[in-house]
C-alpha cells in the first residue's frame, strides 16, 4: 500500500506516474476527495478520461480496483448482494438427515447459520467494504445515469457513511472507508442528494496543448508532426455540431491506428479511411467525409504554419 498524495502537486505527480495527464482543478479535486474521505464525482462527456481516474488511483497507490459498471435494471442482487440460496438448501438437508429428533432450538440453529455472512454472495458494493491489506480499495461505480433512479436511493447509506444494511443480518460498516469515485455521461440528471454527498467535478474536453501531452504518454510511437495534425483536427471537429463529437479516447485510438498505417500526415483519402476510429456514428462520418475533412486539413495546416512561423 503506497500512502496518500500529501500535497496537490504530489497528487499531479502520481497521476503522471499512472500516465494520466491531469489539469490541476482535477488532482485537487482527487485530493481533497482523498484527504477528506468523500466520494468523488466525475460528470463529463464519454471518453473524457473519468473511468480512467479511479483505475489509476488503485494502480498509484497500490489498491484494489472494485468496479461496478451500471446499467438500466441494475438491482440490488446484482450490485450489493444476494443470497447462495443452493448452498443454503444443501445446509438445511443436511441438518435434516442428521438432527434426528431434535426440536425447535435446532432449527432456529440453522435458520441463523444459513443467514450468516458465509452464505451472502458479495456483489461489488458489499465487496468494497471488506478490509484489505493493501488499504481500502478503489471502488468506481461507473456511468451511474445508465442505472434507474430507485437505485440512487439505495446508494445514499454507502456515500454518506459507507455501509450497508442486510435485513437478515444488520449493518455492515468498513473498518476503512473505500476510495469512491462515480462517473456520469450525463444522459439523464442524477438526483442531488448523491451529489452533495460527493466532491463534484466536471471533466471537460482538454485543450490542444493538454490533449498533445496525453498523445505523447498513451500513444508515444506517433510521430510528433502527426500528433499535432491528429489533435488539431479533433479539436476542429469539436467545434461542429456533431452527434457525438469525438473524445481523448478516440483521439487516442485514432493515432494509434494511423501508426499502425505507417501514416505521417494528414490527407483527405487518409482520413476517410479512418474516420471509424474517431467517429462511432453513421452521420456524423457522413457529414466529415470527403469535402468537409479536406477543408479542416487545410485549415489547421495553415494555422499550424502560422503557429510555426510565429
Same mark, same amino acid.
Given at each position: ?13 502520481? @497521476? ?14 482527487? +485530493?481533497? &476527495? ?46 450489493? *448482494? ?24 435446532? $432449527? ?10 458465509? +452464505? #451472502? ?10 478490509? !484489505? !491489506? /493493501? ?18 436511493? *439505495? @446508494?445514499?447509506?454507502?456515500?454518506? !457513511? ?6 437478515? %443480518?444488520? &449493518? ?14 450525463? &444522459? ?10 460527493? *466532491? ?11 490533449? #498533445? ?19 488539431? +483536427? ?7 455540431? #456533431? +452527434? ?6 478516440? &483521439? ?13 500526415? @494528414? ?15 453513421? !452521420?456524423? %462520418?457522413?457529414? %466529415?467525409?470527403?469535402?468537409?475533412? $479536406? ?14 512561423? /510565429?
Amino acid at each position: 500500500m503506497n500512502a496518500l498524495p500529501a500535497s496537490v502537486d504530489e497528487t499531479l505527480s502520481r @497521476l503522471e506516474e499512472g500516465d494520466y495527464v491531469a489539469e490541476r482543478s482535477l488532482a485537487t479535486a482527487v +485530493f481533497l &476527495t482523498l484527504r477528506m474521505g468523500r466520494p468523488l464525482f466525475l460528470e463529463g462527456e464519454a471518453g473524457v478520461g473519468k473511468t480512467e481516474v479511479a483505475r489509476v488511483l488503485a494502480r498509484v497507490l497500490g489498491r484494489r480496483l472494485v468496479r461496478l459498471q451500471c446499467y438500466e435494471g441494475l438491482d440490488v442482487a446484482s450490485a450489493v *448482494y444476494e443470497w447462495n440460496y443452493p448452498r443454503q438448501m444443501i445446509r438445511i438437508r443436511l441438518a435434516e438427515l442428521g438432527r434426528g429428533g431434535g426440536g425447535p432450538s435446532s $432449527a432456529e440453529s440453522v435458520e441463523e447459520d444459513i443467514y450468516s455472512r458465509r +452464505f #451472502l454472495i458479495e456483489r461489488p458494493l458489499l465487496d468494497a467494504l471488506n478490509p !484489505d !491489506d /493493501a488499504g481500502a480499495p478503489v471502488l468506481l461505480i461507473d456511468e451511474l445515469d445508465r442505472a434507474d433512479e430507485p437505485f440512487e436511493a *439505495y @446508494l445514499l447509506e454507502l456515500l454518506a !457513511d459507507f455501509q450497508i444494511t442486510i435485513p437478515e %443480518i444488520g &449493518t455492515i460498516a468498513a473498518s476503512e472507508p473505500p476510495v469512491v469515485v462515480i462517473t456520469s455521461n450525463r &444522459t439523464r440528471e442524477i438526483h442531488d442528494a448523491v451529489k452533495r454527498r460527493c *466532491y463534484y467535478h466536471w471533466v471537460d474536453y482538454p485543450e490542444a496543448a493538454r490533449e #498533445l501531452e496525453i498523445l505523447r504518454v498513451r500513444a508515444p510511437g506517433t510521430p510528433e508532426a502527426l500528433s499535432r495534425e491528429v489533435v488539431a +483536427f479533433v479539436q476542429g471537429l469539436r467545434e461542429l455540431d #456533431l +452527434f457525438k463529437s469525438p473524445g481523448v479516447a478516440e &483521439t487516442i485510438d485514432w493515432a494509434q491506428a494511423l501508426t499502425q498505417l505507417d501514416v505521417l500526415a @494528414l490527407s483527405p483519402d487518409v482520413v476517410n479511411d479512418t474516420l471509424g476510429s474517431l467517429l462511432k456514428y453513421q !452521420d456524423d %462520418i457522413a457529414r %466529415i467525409r470527403g469535402s468537409e475533412a $479536406a477543408n479542416i486539413i487545410e485549415q489547421i495546416r495553415r494555422e499550424l504554419r502560422v503557429a510555426g512561423a /510565429a
